[in-house]
């Protein structure tokens, strides 16, 4: 009996014109993950990508969960595939289907027919391959409303396919189908989560991370490299981290600047260098973790003092969630253990005891004016290094 993948997809459907633009890109994506599962091939047809394995080096249950990890795929099924005429299709369900029954109690048989020609329809499909389940497992009860289990059998074009019902894919938009965006990633719950989301959306994702070293240390970089390995799963393809060092400008706000200031000046830097570097590696916009009222930074008067500073589109899906709602995607994207690790993060050296939460533009302005911006920009930018992070690892490549 051979085994194969079905993945659906969800608003691609909808894309009119476009809709072989992103089925290309989902193709590739998909070929690229299975590269690291063996031999697969890997077509297309009537709205469904096939994953078919050609060999015994095809791992099926890796395929199955890099398939899951693809943004633009609703549904992953794993299926038996069978000749379309009804021996074979009620051999392969007597064959197949009963593992999945192990412990359950009802079922039904949904059957899709695709092929009109078909002698059967699909009612007719369905009562006998529900007819053979209760042949093979007669302790199995049928229940068309609340069942266990739905066995879905779908005759399509070449073949018949069995499967005991698909399972939840990520969703979302094919990545790249957006463009690219520049996401400020720390070492903290909130921005490999908003990273993650924005993926979904369709941006190729590529971070920015600002270190202060030694104020923060190697652990606290690779910490945060980590992080980027695991939303690099998400990206289909090599992430570029590009490291910024901050210490100058730190340590210029701590000798010349108001001590109330620091974090809402720091992150006007982080905001004006993150733009000039999206702008040069062709980003078109920026994602931060921010969430409203989250610290003294995060108020609707401190993010209107950094929000200027950035001239393109800056994206904070997490601006509207409560922590627990983003600590419950961070557990599910598998990021949430290393977040909580405990490093430093530049943001927590050199913190103001009294921060302003309901800062004045002109005041936070006054108090930059005692440095050289542009001067300070620059020299970051001139002095930042860039990683490469694929899901097994990463190498710095520059210094
Ligand atoms: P936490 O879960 O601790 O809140 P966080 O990543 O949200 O972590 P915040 O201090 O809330 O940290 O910072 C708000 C946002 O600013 C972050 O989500 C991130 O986008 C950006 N940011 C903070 N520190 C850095 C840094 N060192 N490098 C790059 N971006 C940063
Ligand atoms: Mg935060």
Known sequence: MKEIILCKYGEIVLKGANKRYFEDMLGRQLRQKAKACGNFDIYRAQSTVYIEPLDD?????????????????????RAAMCEKDMDSILATVKAYIPPYLEGKRTF????????????????????????????SCPRMRVDVHNPDVTVKVEVRDTAAYVHP?????????P???????????????????????MAKRGLKIEAIHFESFPYTSELARDKVLRLAQIVSEYNCEDMLVHVVSLTKVQEELVKHCNEDYFTLLLRRYMMAIADKVAQKFKCGALITGESLGQVASQTTEALGVTNPMATLPVFRPCIGMDKEEIVE??????????????????????????????????????????????????????????????????EVQQR
Do not use: N, W
Request: glycine residues 12%; aromatic residues 6%; negative net charge.
């Open 57 to 77: 080096s095809a791992d099926i249950d890796a395929m199955m969960d890099a398939a899951r990890k693809v943004f633009g795929i609703v549904a992953v099924c």
């Open 165 to 173: 019902g698909p399972v939840k894919g990520a969703g979302g938009m």
């Open 329 to 394: 995607i961070s557990r599910k994207i598998g990021t949430f253990e290393t977040s909580i690790e405990p490093y430093e993060d530049c943001c927590t050296v050199f913190t103001p005891r009294h921060p302003r939460t309901r800062p004045d533009l002109g005041k936070v302005m006054a108090e930059e004016q005692k440095l050289p911006f542009d001067e300070l920009v620059e020299e970051a930018i001139a002095g930042m290094y860039r990683v490469v992070v694929r899901p097994d690892g990463y």
């Open 175 to 197: 990545v790249g189908s957006a463009g690219r965006g520049l996401l400020l990633l720390s070492g903290g719950i909130d921005s490999p989560v908003a990273g993650y989301m």
């Open 108 to 135: 039904k048989v949904e059957s899709k027919r695709a092929d009109k020609l078909f002698p059967l329809d699909s009612i007719e499909i369905s009562r006998a391959a529900g007819g053979a389940i209760l042949e």
